[in-house]
Structures are given as C-alpha cells and as structure tokens.
C-alpha cells in the first residue's frame, strides 16, 4: 500500500474558529484506494479536519486555517486555487442525508450538469446510470428517477447523496459520520458500498462508531483534542495499538 | 352610582379571592382531621392544595362574568327598546327613524352633551323613566351576579374533600375556556360572511347582482342625490375592480423583484453585520402604518411623477394610479422580502452545504437548489401580498382618485373597491340606502376573492412544501 | 491536445459561471439599496416636512390683567373664566404695539397676526399664575400659522401679494415686530398637549393619542387573552381532526382578510346590531380586537410549537397533567414569542385607519376622551384627517403626527424585536 | 445454522478466508502424518527432513490463523454462531497444529529407526493406526467445513478403537523388547510413535468435539471416550 | 431471579396506529431489579412497546392499545387508574436528554413539587440531592444546583434528566434510546449508571446497539415487525439464540 | 499496560472473574502435577486416584471458562489488550488442562509403577525435572497475573534445561532397561512418565509464549527453544 504516493497529503493543518485553536497541527497522509477513518471522541476535531480537505470550512465565517494540505500535488489552500474545482475532485457526503428536493435524475444530474461535464442529454442519461448503478441504488429506482428524491427511505437517500457526489468523478469522497442518522440495516447497506467504493475512491470517513471503523476503513486515526494521537492500519489499531490513549479509548475506558 | 360600580366591580374580583383561600383552608383542615381520625391508613389527597382553591374560584369568578358579558352585550338593545316603546307612548310617534333620533336625542340628553331647549319636551318627559330604568338595570345586574357569585361558592365548596379531584376538574374548566376562545375565530369569520351576505342581499334587492358584477359604470353619488333607488344602473363595478387590478399589478411589479432579491441577498449573501441591522429595518418598514404611506403617496410621490412626467412629456393625473401602485408597491416589499427571508432561511443549511460540497457557486446552489426549494413559500407569499395589495385602503384612499375611469392607462386616474368603500360609509350613513349597501356588496366581493387568493396560498405551501425530516 | 481544449473549455465555462455569480449578487445588493433608499427617502422627507410643525413663532406682549376682568379666587371658576375675553384682551394689546394704526383694515389685519388661540393661551397662564391679575406682564403668545411660515421662510415673500396669504401690511407688522425683537420660536409643545383644533396652529395630537391608548387598551384585554387561550387549545389540546384543520385554515384567512372589511364587520355588527356607540374606543378596539386575534393566535401557536416536544414529554413522563404541562412548561418557554406576536399584532392595530374609518372613529374631537366609551379618534385617524385639510400649516402638522405616530410603532416594533432577540433559544 | 450472507461482506471474506486458511493448514497437517508414518512403513527416510521443515510452515499457519482471529473479534465483533466459529477455529488450529508437531516427532524418531536395520512385528498395527486416525482427520475436516455434527460425533467413536489398538501396539512392542534385547534400540521410539498417533486421534476428537459445539452451542456432555489403556497396562 | 413475580407482566398487548398494527400481541415478563433491553430492527415497535408500559401512547390521537399490562398487581390500562399517578411509579428517559429549561434544582425538584411530595424545603433538599447522588450526578453539580441545566453537556443532561424521573421515588425506569445522542464516553457513563440503578429499579431500555444491550441488560428481548421474536437471558440471546431471525440479526446479517 | 478502568465495570468485574478462575485453574493443575510425581518418588500410590478423579475438576474449570470468554466476547466486544487477554486466556486454558491431563496421566502410569517393587535409578532426575517443572508453572502462573514478559523469557530459557535432563533420563531409563530386563515392566511406563513432565514443560513454555504475546501484542520471535533431543536419540 505503500507503494503509492499519498492522494492527501495533510502537514500541519492548524484551524482556529475565533482564533480558538480546534486543530493543533494535523499530519496524516492518505493513500489511494484506502478507506481512512477518523475518529474519536466528541469535540475532538474530527469534521473540522475533513471539512479542510475540501475548503467546507471556507464558508464559515470565523474559521481560519493554516499549514499545508496537498492533494496530489496541489496544495489545496494554494490562493490560486478554484474552490468550485476543488470541490468536484473531492466529494462530500454529510451526516443527515441532503437529496435536493428534486427528481431522483435531477440530484445526480446536478453536479455534471453545473460542471458542463455534458451537455448531451444521452451523455447524462448515461453518467446518472453510472453513478446510480455504483451507489448502489440503480436496482432500486431505475423505475422511478422522476420521482422526489425526498420520497425515498433514509438510507436510499443517503445513498442517492453518494451517487450525487460521485456523479462529478472525484477522485477523494469525504463522508462525515454518513450513517449516524440511518437504522442498522441501512447502514450495513451503506458500509458495503464503501467498501466497494474503495476501488475507485480514496475516502475519508469520520465516524462515532469504532465499531462501523473496524468494518470498513483500512487506516484509522485517532483524534484527542485536536491531535491525532494515532494513525495507522485499522488492524493494529484494533488489535495492538501503539498509543495508550488509542488503547484506552479503543478498549473503552476513559479516554 | 359611580362609587356603586367600582365596589362592584373590586367585589367581582375579591370574591374569587375570597373563594380560593377558603377552598385552600378548607381542604387543609379536613387532611388534619383525616390524618387524626384515621390514623393507621391516612388518606391520600388526590390533588395538590392550590387546585382545590382555584376550582372554586373558578366556580365564584365565572358564572358571574358570564352573567356581566351578557348584560354589557344586550342590556343596551333592551333598554333602547323599551325606551322606544316609551316613547312612542309618550308622543303617538311610530315612525321607527325618528324613533330612534328621539332614542339618541335622549341618551345626550341624560349625559348632559345636549341642552334641554334642543329636545322635545315630550321626550324630556321620559327623562326620568330612563333614569330609573338604568338604576333598575344596574341593580338588576349587581344582584343576579352576586347571587349566581355565592350560589357557585356555595355548590363548589361542597365538593372539596380530600377524595375530590380538584385538579382534573379545574382542567376541565381551563379546557372548555380554551375551546370557547377558539371559537371566536369561527365566529368572526361567521361574522362577517353573515353581515356582510345580509347586508349585501339587501342591495342586491335593489341592485341585479348581474348589474353590479358586470356593469362598467359606477356612479353612486349622483343615484344618491337624485334620491332615487338606484335603479338607473349606476353601480357597475367593473371600473372598480380593473382599478384594483391595475393598482394591485403595478404595485407587484416593483415589489416582488426587489423583495425578493434582497431577502435572497440578505439571507445568503449578507455578512452577519448587515443582516443583523437589516432584517430588523426591514420588520420596522413593515410597521409603517398604511395611512403614512398614503401620505408619501399623495404629497411626495405624485406630485414628483407629475412634475417629472411633464419634463418627458408624459400626461400624469394627479392621482394616477402608477402613484398608488408604486408606493403600495413599496409597502409591499418589506411583507415580500420577510416572508421570502423566512421561507429561505427554512430551507436547511444541509442542502446548501450539498451544493456547495459539489462545486456549485453560490448563485447556482441559490437558484437552482434553494429557490426551487422555497418556491412554494415564495409563491404563497406573493399571492399574500396580492391579497393584501387589493385589500388595501389608505395608500390608495390618499392617493388613487375616486372617480370611476375604465381604462388601461396607468398615468390616468383610477378607483379601487377599497376606496369607494371608504367614500360611500364615511360621513353620515342611511342603512337603507342603496349607497351605504352599495358598500357591503363590495366589501363581500373582497372579501371573497381575498379569501379565494388565501386559501390559494395556504393550499400550495401544504401541497407542495418539502418534508426534510 | 484535446485534453488542452477540452481544459480550456473548462475554464471558460468556468469564467462563465464566476460572471452568473457576480450578476447575481449585485442584483441582490441593488435590490437592498434601493429598498434601503427608499425607505430613507420616505423617512427622511417625512422628518424635513415635519420639523417647522414642532416649534411655533411667539410673539411677546406686555398684557395688563385689570382685576376688574376677574378676581383672583375665580379662576378655578371655569364658566366665569370663560366669560372674559381674552381674545379682545391679546389683539388689544397687540394693537398698542402698533398705536400708529388706526383703521378697521389695520387693526384687523394686526388682530389677525395672532393664533386665535392666543386669548387661550392668555387664560391658560392666568389660571396658573392667578397672582398677576392686576399687573402687567410679559406673556408669550402664538402667531397665527400664515405668520409662522412666513417667519420659517415657507411663505415666499417675493410672490406678489396677490398670490400671497399675508398681505403687504402685515409684513410690515411682523417687521416691526421681528425689529423689536418680540418674536421668538419655541418648541411647539402645544401639539402635544392639546387636542385637535380647526386652527392649524394650535391642533394637537393629545385627544388622539389618549384614544389610541383607550383602544388599544381594549384591543389588548379582548385579544390577548383569546388570542392565547385559543392557540392553546388548538396547538396543545384539540385533537387533530377536520374541525381543528378547518379553525386553522380559517384563523390564517382571518389574519390575511382585508382590514376594511373588519371595519365593515363592526360596523354591522356592533354598531348597528348590538347598539354599542358610534367613534368610541369600545368599538374601536373590539374590531381592531378580531383582527388582531389571528395575529396573535398565529404567533402564539408558533412560539408553542417552537417549544420542543422533548419538554412535554419531559414533563408528562414525570407525571404532570397535560395542562400542568402547558402552564409550568410550555407557556412561560413560549411567553417571550406570544409577547413578541402581541406586541407585533398591537403595533399593526395601533397604525390602522381603514376600519376605523367605517365605525366612525374619525371625528372632529377636541376633548380628550376619558373611557372607553366616550367619543374618540386615534392617531392614524387624526393624521388622515389632518392630510385632508388643505391648509398648508396642516401639511407640517400631518408629517409631525406621523413622526410621533412611528416613533410610537417603532418603539413597540423595537421592543418586540428586543424581546424575541433576547429570549431567542435554541433548544 | 444461518445460512445467509452477512451485510458487510467482508465479515464473509474474512469467514471464507478463515476457513480456507483452516482447510490448507488441516490438509497440510494431514499430508505430514501420511508421509512421517510411511516413511516407516516403506523405510524410506529420505522425505523424513522435508517433513520436519515443513512442520515450520504449520506453525506459521497457526500464528497467521490466530491473528486472524484476534482480527476477525477485534474488527468484525462476532457474536452467537459467528463467535463460536471463530474461536472453535482458535482451537482447532491449535490442535493441528501440535498434530503437525506430533507428525514431526515421529519422523523425528523414524529417522533413529530407520538408522537401524531393525524392523517391528508391530507396523502393520502402526500403519492401521495411521489410516485410521488419518481418516479420521479427514471427517473431521470435512465434517469442519460443513459444520457436522453427526460425522463428528462418529469421529468421537472411532477413536475408541485407535485406543484400543495402541494399548496393543504398546504391549507387543515391550514384549518385541523384552524377546529380542536388541530391540531396545527403536523400542522406545516406536512406543512414542504408536501413542503419537494414539495422541492424535485424541486431539482430533477435541476437534470433533468443538465441531460439536459449534453446531449445538454446548460441549458433547458424555464423557470423552477413553480407551486408550496404554498408561495402565501393567507389563509383563 | 424467576422466584420473584414479574414487575411488569404484558400479555397480548396489542397497539394500533390508526387502526394498522403496530404491535401484534406482546407476551413479556420483567422481573423486578432486572434490565431489561429491547432491541431489533427500525420500526419493529420496541418504542411503541416501551411507551405501553407509561402510558405515554396516551398522547398519541390515532393510537389504541389492547391487551393486558400488568405492574404488580395494577392493571395498567384499567380506565379507572389514574395516569398522572402511575407515570409517578413508572418513570421515563428519552433518546435526547430533555431538562427543562429551568435550574439544576428545580428540574430535579419539579416531580416531587407536582405530586405534593412535600411542602417542605428541607425535605425537598433532601430529595433532590438522594436522587442527583443516585444518578452519579451530585459531585459534578453540587456547587451550581442553581445554573441552568441546559449548561450541562449532554452526558450530564441525560443524567440529570434519570435523577428528575427517579426523584418520584419511581419503581420502573423506562429508557427509550437513552444514549443515541452521546458521545462513546458519555455513553459509558451512562451504561454504568443503569448497571448501578438496577439495584434499585426495574429497567426497560430500548436500544439501537446490540453492544449497549449486550453491556447493560440482564435479559433481552428482539422485536421483529411487531412481535416478540425472543426473550431471554441477554447472555444466551448474544451467544447461543434460539431463533433463527435473533440469528441473523444478532450476528449482522439481514434480519 | 493499560492500567484504567472500563468506564463498564462489569467489563473489569467480567475480566476479574476470568483472571480468579484462571488463577484457581493455575493452582489446580500445579497442584495435581506435584502430587502425581511425588507419589512415584515418596512411593505412596494413596493420592493417586484422587489425582486422577480431581482432573475432571480441571475439565469442568475450562468447560467454564471457555463459556465465560465467549461471554465476554459476545457481550463486551473487547479490544487490544482486552482482546488479547482473553484470547490469552482461552489458549492457556487449554494449556493448563492438557498440563493436568498429564500429571493424571502420570499418576496412571505412577498407579503401575509402583505396583511392582522395581526402582529406578532416575529418581531423583525426575524429581528435579518435576521440581523445575513446577517453579516454571508457579513463575508462570504469576507472570500471567502480572503480564511479567520479562519472567516469561525466563521460563522460556528454563525449559532448554529440562528438556536436557529428559534427554538424559530417556538415555538413562534405556540402559537401566538393557541392563536388567526386569526393568522393562516399569521402563516404558518411566519413559513416558519423563516425557509428560517434559511436555508439561513445553506447555508452561507456551503459556509463557502467550504472556509474551499478552505484552507484546506479537509472539517471541525467536525459535521456541528445543533441547529436547530424546526423539532423536539413537539409542546404543
Ligand atoms: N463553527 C464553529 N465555531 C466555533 N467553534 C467550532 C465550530 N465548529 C466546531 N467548533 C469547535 O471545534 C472543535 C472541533 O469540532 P468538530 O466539529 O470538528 O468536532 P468533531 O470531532 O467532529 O465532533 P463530533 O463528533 O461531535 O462531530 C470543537 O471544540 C467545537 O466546539
Ligand atoms: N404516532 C404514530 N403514528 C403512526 N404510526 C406510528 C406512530 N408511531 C409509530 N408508528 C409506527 O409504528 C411502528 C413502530 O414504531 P416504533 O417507534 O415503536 O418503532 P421502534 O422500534 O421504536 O423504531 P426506532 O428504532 O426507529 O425507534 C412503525 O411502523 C411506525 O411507523
Ligand atoms: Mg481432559
Ligand atoms: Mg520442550
Ligand atoms: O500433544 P499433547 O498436547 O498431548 O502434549
């Protein structure tokens, strides 16, 4: 797994929200095709690291981050660099599933279509089936793409956000707790897609769930009040993690 | 008399008072000899201390206001109708209108606004009979109220007991109150179909309704003066409603685009500084009473569009209807924007997050996501705003023209349904005249078609409003 | 080479959509300025036409109070006061200024310098002072409006005197005056303290300000407690079924049903039907009472809602009552959103004209009402009336009510918008 | 059992790679008891080293089995049939691999003998053993992967008669040495060899035992079987 | 533990929302000072079931509920039974912690004060410290009892919102999810508390996560589209389940 | 280690229990071996069938705790160190049963021996193989309480000196064998009697293994040592 150059690469991202730091300078390197998962304890500063990835912090006002993250060799917070293209190439799945109130074909045709990725109705046809089809969901509403997306059961909604995003081809989806408001079975669901996802996404997952971590991620790390004190193969962190505080919080105790 | 009255009145309240602490004793001294006679299995007080005083404060306290309403709601009818009676006795006069001038005549008379020389001395003589008829009616209410007062205290303090679910039945009180309160609602609305309907057949007797919806001339003064029925066709209210139209889309046509944008503005764009300064401005725009805004109209805004229609060579009335319509169009904005603003801010922050997460700039996730998203809101609040726009009366009383013009031409003088109802009420009123009737049959048509354009918008934020949880 | 065009397709689409996002928002900033430009016009036009109505051009005279006109221990006697005149007293007095001017035109034209409420004016400090009667004193007392604006510049005296309300000669009378240095401008506090009057300049705004209070009094102690008792009912207790969904359909008409038509309402209803009187604040505030009602029952039942079921089941779970619920939970937690719609309600009710106009409350009323069922008008009214009246002192007088009058809103409207931003919660 | 596939279908990949790894370990361990006791039987030594290295290759199965294990508990959080199957697995790969071992030491010790010329009465007893426990073995492992509860029971039964045979085996080879002192040479290694193989049948009836138990959830309750007289026999 | 008689004892308790069934007839015997956990799929009814229990589906216009709920020796659902006394004896914790929007103490001390429990300061003192001691909650807010509650961090909410419901001196504690909306450590806490109220009340906790049944309960059961499927010592649902469909669920595939 | 609380403590009350009954376990099986080769060396056959009856107690204590780590796993879903715990647990639990199926089988064997009024001259070798068996258990036994892997190591190097003493033993037991035929009718018994404390050994050696693993979170890289020589003794 090594082999490969990191997809992200984060050195020292610090972000401050009112000058109060919430990430006390963040290193982790993320490779291709893995299923990277953060977590750790409430407040730790989970979602804020995610959030810097694709510039989501940019839209809250006192938010402010400094230090350098690379995705593939483009520093993200490069002023040169176009947030709206950025965010094609990193797509983001959030907690509480957010279909447009929509068509079914107008969610996933959304992105490609204010991207300009086609303007051909065929070429659209084609890329929503695609999208569909590898979220998952095609089976399930091929009969039905005008209907409301909202008239869908949580977890299918959940998975239509994920066909959403990935409908503009990113290269990273970032997915912040994406299972946390949906029952066991759709979120069994929704891991599974992860996990074959992965073949073509590098992810960044955060989770509350160590449990849901263990299922599919391939790294975890660790965060403690804004430090990741651990990052490394989900296998050792699980089983013989380096870290007492991963140890502690890993074994439930108090972390 | 009026010393008489305030004791009263203090007693209405003190008697409650009294009731609660007698109940709240009460029940304190039976739990003390229950648990002394009882020894080994006390018994247990079903509801707390307190709810045994309200109940029967509530039982002291209501019955009697009950009895007050309905003497302050029909003792006036019955005592003018006796006085009628009287009299009509008193001078062989049947006519009821100047039965009743005699009535009024009286009234001022017993108040001291009018001298005696001005009245009849027929009618001074029932001065004195409607003297003691108000002593009577007084003491009449004073005795029944305090009666039924003590009659409650008396039949709610045999049921206090430690057993005595004081609470359940209070709530029961409380609630049936509650539910006489909401049917005010009703009854107001019931209200006004029923005075306005009667009062609007009456017209139509006179009046074919054909005629009236369909007519497109309106003249009611001259039916007036000439002392006729009316008969001679000059209430067609056509010119009135294409007035309000016109009034109405012009207004609508200067507030929905700058309402709407600057609630989108203030919403998605604005720092939080601005938002902050401008949402509260904006409310307090949307205070500004009508009749300052009819104000602007008539001695700002008119005479500015005159002056510089001239320059360009346009002829403007002075009371033109673009006036109207513009400055009703500027009370509208602040309605508009701060529905928008409500229905924008409802959409959920996680659908722009959606958006943006995808790449989209803020004016695509806006109009492609959250507008859409809004647009039921949005569309009901117009059609609020339309309603509100054609019902309303000072801007266009103040600066639209009371003559009757059918045209299409805003720069001309028009009239709305409003206007003329203000003109033919205000001043004095005959209530058989096809004048004053005139206006009830317009005041119904407003109403209805408010209604229609209410139950419109309520209709598409229940179709087709968004359910995100 | 393709992957060149095609990137450079990208970005044109791109710079596309940056320009889509530009023209947006300025049409949003433009939308804001014009608005905020309007309202700035209209506030700011208001308070330029309204600032000559709030001080008055005084002319000081030295009057002599003989003790023949009246004795000391009288002046509470309001009849024998009333027999003196001292309208005759203060144009006499005036006229000495001028002893120069001796025919009937003159002496006309000097008497009418004066407000004819002057001779007031004159009583009103004799029954303060009841000491100066039978000396000389200097008294401050009002000129007429014509003379007012001229002294403001409002009158131009270039016109010729044809065209012009104050003659020739009486600008050499106010000249003189001025020469003297007898006049001075003061705060017009009259239009505070005195009701409405025929003469522009002595028209104040207190009887309707008393009747606004008389009538929102009433509005206030009919609507706010329906108001609240029925949301209750209809939000915490009635089940939901069609009779429910029908009061709630028909409470949101009823808020949006044309105000004229609620004047219509108690025209029929309560005038003509239950006979209560014509122009009192009773009526007044009964109908400015129902329509208020669906404001405050709307806002009410959206401040109970917005208290979040987690409470009541908090509460019901430890065994409370469902209206113990209501009363210890729900209702203080909604209280600052009920006062805000019923502050808001009252506000829109203290600034209404239309109905009140149907049930009379746009009398001619100098007196200040004194209960509810007296003869009345309200602010709003009295700006209506005011605008009507084509005198041009009349114009200053409307903009300087209207001031008040929003000062008045603007602080309800402020005080709601201070309530709901203090209690605001998020659960 | 529950035969249906579970929603994360790693947890069925990381099954399915256990029990692949579980059916290479059983096979190898089967292939090394084969080939140590033929070696004895044919008198061939020459495999006897390859045998011994490759019990290196068990004992690598077994760490890698157990931190699959440690890993399959630690990440997927097995429970009720899942959880029985992986720590009987746990188990199992334990017991083959001190079957490998035991495999080991035989051809540890059929190298000493077939150092010497001497030669046993006893072989075909020891080559009846082998196949016997080597069919065991095989049952088991099947019965294993399918989870048979009954073919595991009959396992438990046919090691009864492996004792028995042992416990002959063991007398005749103390009579071979009492008769023929030099016998002394192999005799002792040969009564390892024999109660090797008898301790192999033991460990695969643990086997079958736990086969057992993941079927039923609860442990056989009859008393394991126990024929094996060997330790009692009071010699001649 | 089955000397004793049951607690609550439910027999063919049958809930209908709008004449659909919601549950089907649910046999259950709790034993006293035994938690009881009721898991199983999203909508199987294990809240509907647990709200039977206080009468809390009371509330709910379109619900009817049929059968026979029995605690000790009250009939539950006898017309004659007075709620607001029998939700004294039953009390109620919910998904989201729900203090009142009042003080620490009059949170605590608003049960005991409707019921009339006592009129008297002390005692009222007294109450309201015994049951902040109870819920592990008394050394954390000892010295503030008069700050708002909605200050606490949600762990302590949902603490103080268990010492609000057992202030009544209540012999049943209903939970409906009462963790879903912590964090890992708040939850724990939480977990340890029920461990530690057992002692002295019957528990009914209905949850999302097998592991929190697995750790808390004494016994539990798996609903499945209205029904009982099992009930059992939690040890023998999580080990060795009788049913097949407890199967399936229990140990993550489809149920 | 980790030295905290679990924020559930019936998880450390769980862990508690499972290390007592590991403890209890330990004990009994040391017990029951000291017992079985002292009977041989005091001559005393009156223990014996006690030994024999009592490891059924050994049997049912890993019956248990078996059930208690399934338990623990289904119902906790232990992590790391807890995981390896238990895992631990499970393996040395087996270990400790099989250390109390020798010492019964020893005092089988012992029952036959001292039968006959025969003597060896190995005695006091054995002696001290079981008395160095014994202190490896008993240091064992707490290195496990402790996680001592410093003591594990230890005992791992300590078995290289009774796996040579068996070796010597085995030799010994042969020529005693050679030279007097009488001896045979214990000789074999003695054999194994040495070889089930030299695989006692190599168990404790294991169970040390598994305290390496418990601290280490990996298994003792180095080869697991191997001086037992007697399966490779060509006997003279
Ligand atoms: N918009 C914001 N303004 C101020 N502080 C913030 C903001 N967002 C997050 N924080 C603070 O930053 C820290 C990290 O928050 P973050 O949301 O990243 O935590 P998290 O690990 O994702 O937690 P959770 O598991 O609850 O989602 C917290 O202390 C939080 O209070
Ligand atoms: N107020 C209600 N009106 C109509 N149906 C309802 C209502 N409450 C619950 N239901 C239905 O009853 C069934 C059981 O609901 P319940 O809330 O008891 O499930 P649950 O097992 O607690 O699920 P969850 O785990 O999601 O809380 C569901 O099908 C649900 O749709
Ligand atoms: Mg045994
Ligand atoms: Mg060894
Ligand atoms: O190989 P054993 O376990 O029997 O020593």
């Known amino acids: 797994m090594m082999l490969s150059t990191p997809k992200i690469k984060s050195s020292g991202i610090i972000v401050e929200y009112d000058g109060k730091r919430a990430l006390h300078g963040i290193d982790l390197d993320i490779y291709p095709n893995e299923v990277a998962a953060l977590i750790g304890p409430s407040g730790c500063g989970k979602s804020t690291f ?151 996404f590098t992810i960044v997952i955060v989770t509350h769930s160590m449990q849901q971590a263990a299922r599919v991620s391939q790294k975890t790390g660790y965060f403690h009040l ?15 993690p380096q870290n007492e505080q991963t140890e502690a919080y890993i074994s439930g105790r108090i972390g | 008399m009026e010393l008489i009255g305030l004791m009263f009145l203090a007693l209405i309240f003190l008697m409650p008072l009294g009731a609660n602490i007698y109940g709240r004793t009460r029940i304190r001294k039976l739990m003390i000899t229950s648990a002394q006679t009882q020894s080994e299995e006390s018994v247990k007080q079903h509801s707390l201390t307190a709810f045994h005083g309200l109940f029967m404060s509530m039982y002291v306290l209501l019955p009697a206001l009950v009895i007050i309403l309905c003497w302050l709601a029909f003792a006036p009818m019955v005592i003018s109708s006796l006085l009628v009676s009287e009299i009509s006795r008193l001078t062989g006069e049947t006519d009821p209108r100047l039965l009743s001038i005699f009535v009024s005549k009286l009234e001022a008379l017993y108040e001291g606004v009018l001298k005696a020389e001005f009245v009849e001395p027929e009618v001074r003589q029932a001065l004195g009979y409607y003297g003691a008829l108000i002593i009577r009616a007084n003491i009449f209410l004073y005795v029944v109220t305090i009666a039924t007062a003590i009659a409650g205290f008396v039949i709610s303090a045999r049921h206090i007991s430690p057993r005595f679910a004081a609470r359940d039945k209070f709530e029961v009180i409380i609630k049936r109150l509650m539910q006489l309160a909401s049917g005010v609602a009703i009854l107001t609305t019931i209200g006004i179909i029923l005075s306005l309907a009667f009062e609007a057949s009456r017209f139509f007797d006179v009046i074919p309704i054909r005629e009236f919806l369909f007519g497109t001339h309106w003249s009611p003064q001259i039916a007036i003066r000439e002392g006729q029925a009316g008969g001679s066709g000059a209430f067609g209210a056509i010119p009135l409603f294409a007035g309000t139209l016109m009034i109405t889309f012009i207004a609508m046509l200067l507030a929905v685009p700058i309402g709407l944008m600057s609630a989108v503005y203030l ?90 997460a995808l790449g989209a700039t803020q004016a695509e996730t806006i109009t492609q996501v959250i507008l859409p998203a809004a647009l039921p809101g949005i569309v009901s609040a117009i059609l609020l705003a339309i309603s509100r726009a054609i019902g309303e009366t000072m801007i266009v009383v103040m600066a639209a023209g009371v003559a009757a013009n059918l045209t299409a031409n805003p720069f001309e003088s028009v009239t709305t349904v409003t206007v003329q109802i203000v003109m033919l009420l205000v001043g004095d009123q005959e209530f058989d005249s096809a004048k004053t009737l005139a206006a009830f049959a317009l005041g119904l048509v407003l109403f209805f078609v408010t209604l229609m354009l209410n139950i419109l918008a309520l209709y598409i934020v229940r179709k087709y409003k968004e359910q995100y949880d | 080479m393709t992957d060149q065009a095609t990137q450079t397709a990208q970005s044109k689409h791109l710079k596309k959509r940056y320009r889509a996002e530009k023209r947006f928002k300025f049409f949003g900033l433009a939308a804001i300025c014009s608005a905020a430009g309007i309202l700035l016009v209209l506030l700011g036009g208001l308070t330029q036409m309204s600032i000559p109505a709030f001080t008055h051009h005084y002319v000081t005279l030295d009057i002599a109070i003989p003790e023949t006109t009246i004795q000391a221990e009288q002046v509470t006697d309001l ?16 006229r000495n200024e001028f002893p120069e001017v001796t025919d009937r035109r003159g002496k006309r034209a000097i008497g009418n310098l004066l407000s004819g409420g002057a001779g007031d004016a004159l009583r009103d400090k004799v029954l303060n002072y009841p000491t100066i009667i039978g000396s000389t004193v200097a008294v401050a007392l009002p000129l007429s409006d014509d003379v007012d604006l001229l002294l403001k510049d409002l009158i131009d005296r270039s016109l010729p005197e044809e065209n012009r309300v104050i003659s020739d000669r009486e600008l050499t009378f106010i000249d003189h005056l001025e020469a003297a240095d007898r006049i001075d401008r003061r705060i017009a506090w009259f239009l505070f303290t005195s009701g409405d009057s ?22 206030l102690l009919f609507s706010f407690p329906l108001g609240v008792m029925a949301a209750i009912y209809l939000e915490e207790i009635a089940p939901k079924n069609r009779l429910t969904d ?92 009920i006062l805000t719609g019923t502050i808001i309600g009252l506000a829109q009710a203290a600034g209404e004209t239309a109905p009140l106009l149907m049930i009379g409350m746009m009398a001619f009323i100098v007196d200040t ?34 001031i008040c009058l929003m000062v008045f809103l603007l602080l309800m409207n402020a005080l709601a918008i201070y309530l709901r931003k203090k209690y605001e919660k998020r659960w | 059992m529950v035969e249906k596939q579970h929603i994360v279908t790693a947890f069925d990949e990381d099954l399915a790679t256990l029990n692949d790894m579980m059916a290479r370990m059983g096979a190898l361990a089967e292939s090394q008891l084969f080939a140590s006791t033929e070696a004895l039987i044919t008198r061939n030594p020459s495999n006897l080293d390859d045998i011994i290295k490759r019990d290196k290759e068990l004992d690598d199965l077994e760490a890698l089995l157990n931190e699959k294990v440690i890993e399959i508990i630690a990440l997927r959080a097995p429970r009720a049939a899942d959880l029985r199957r992986v720590i009987v697995a746990l188990k199992v790969v ?33 080559r009846t053993m082998t196949s016997m426990v080597l069919k065991m073995l095989n049952q088991t492992l099947d019965a294993y992967a399918e989870v048979d509860a009954v073919t595991a029971l009959d396992v438990m039964e046919a090691d009864i008669e492996v004792d028995k045979l042992n416990t002959v085996v063991f007398q005749s080879l103390i009579e071979e040495m009492s008769d023929d002192q030099e016998q002394l040479k192999i005799g002792p290694h040969l009564l390892f060899v024999a109660k090797n193989i008898e301790r192999i049948g033991d460990h695969i009836t643990g086997i079958a035992e736990q086969i057992y138990f993941l079927h039923h959830g609860e442990m056989p309750d009859q008393d394991r079987p126990k024929a094996d007289g060997s330790s009692t026999i009071a010699l001649s």
Chains 1, 5 share one sequence.
Not at chain 1, 226 to 240: A, L, P, Q, S
Request: proline share 6%.
């Open chain 1, 50 to 200: 995610l959030r810097c990835i694709n510039r989501m912090n940019d839209v809250i006002d006192n938010c402010k981050v400094s230090g350098r993250l690379m995705i593939d060799d483009t520093d993200v917070y490069d002023p040169e660099i176009d947030v709206v293209e950025l965010r094609a190439r990193v797509g983001m799945v959030f907690q509480k599933p957010n279909p447009f109130p929509k068509s079914i074909y107008d969610n996933v045709a959304y992105g490609p279509r204010i991207h300009g990725l086609t303007e051909n109705k065929d070429d659209m046809d084609r890329i929503v089936k695609k999208s569909l089809k590898r979220a998952g969901l095609w089976d399930e509403v091929s009969e039905r793409l005008d209907d409301k997306a909202l008239g869908l059961s949580g977890g299918q909604q959940q998975r239509l956000c994920i066909a959403r995003a990935i409908a503009v081809n990113p290269d990273i989806l970032l997915m912040d707790e994406p299972c946390s408001a949906l029952d066991p079975i759709a979120t069994s669901i929704i891991e599974e897609l992860i996990n074959e996802l992965r073949e073509r």
């Open chain 1, 226 to 240: 804004g430090n990741v004190i651990e990052f490394g193969e989900t296998n050792d962190i699980f089983t013989r």
């Open chain 2, 267 to 356: 919403s998605e764009y604005a720092s939080k500084r601005l938002r902050n300064i401008a949402k509260p401005a904006i409310e307090l725009l949307a205070g500004i009473p009508t009749v300052v805004y009819g104000f602007f109209a008539a001695l700002f805004v008119a005479p500015f569009l005159r002056n510089n229609g001239s320059v360009i060579g346009l002829e403007l009335s002075s009371e033109s209807a673009l006036a109207a319509g513009l400055v009703m169009g500027i009370m509208i904005i602040p309605f508009i924007s701060s529905l928008s603003d409500d229905v924008i801010n409802s959409v959920p922050q996680n659908l722009r997050d959606g958006a943006s």
């Open chain 3, 79 to 94: 009849a024998a006061m009333r027999k003196v005149n001292w309208r005759g007293m203060v144009r006499q007095s005036l």
């Open chain 3, 198 to 219: 025929r003469e522009a300049e002595m028209a104040g705004l207190r009887s309707a300000a008393v009747g606004t209070l008389l009538t929102m009094l009433v509005t």
């Open chain 3, 246 to 337: 029908l009061i709630e359909v028909n409470i949101n008409n009823l808020a949006a049903v044309p105000s004229i038509v609620f004047g219509l309402l108690g025209l029929a209803v309560f005038i003509n039907f239950f006979h209560l009187p014509r122009s009192a604040p009773l009526v007044g505030g009964m109908v400015l009472a129902l329509m208020t009602l669906p404001t405050i029952i709307i806002a009410t039942r959206a401040a109970l809602a917005a208290v979040p079921p987690s409470i009541r089941e908090a509460a019901l779970g430890v065994g409370a009552s469902p209206i113990q619920v209501i009363f210890h939970h729900v209702l203080p937690l909604a209280m600052p959103g």
């Open chain 3, 369 to 402: 009402p004194m209960w509810i069922d007296d003869k009345a008008t309200v602010l709003p009214a009295q700006i209506y009336m005011w605008a009507n009246n084509p005198e041009r002192a009349f114009q200053a007088k409307t903009a300087a009510g209207i």
């Open chain 4, 94 to 126: 334990s017991t083959l691999e001190r079957i490998g071992d035991l495999a080991k030491n035989i051809a540890k010790r059929n190298k000493v003998i077939l150092d010497t010329p001497l030669k046993t009465q006893m072989l075909p007893s020891i």
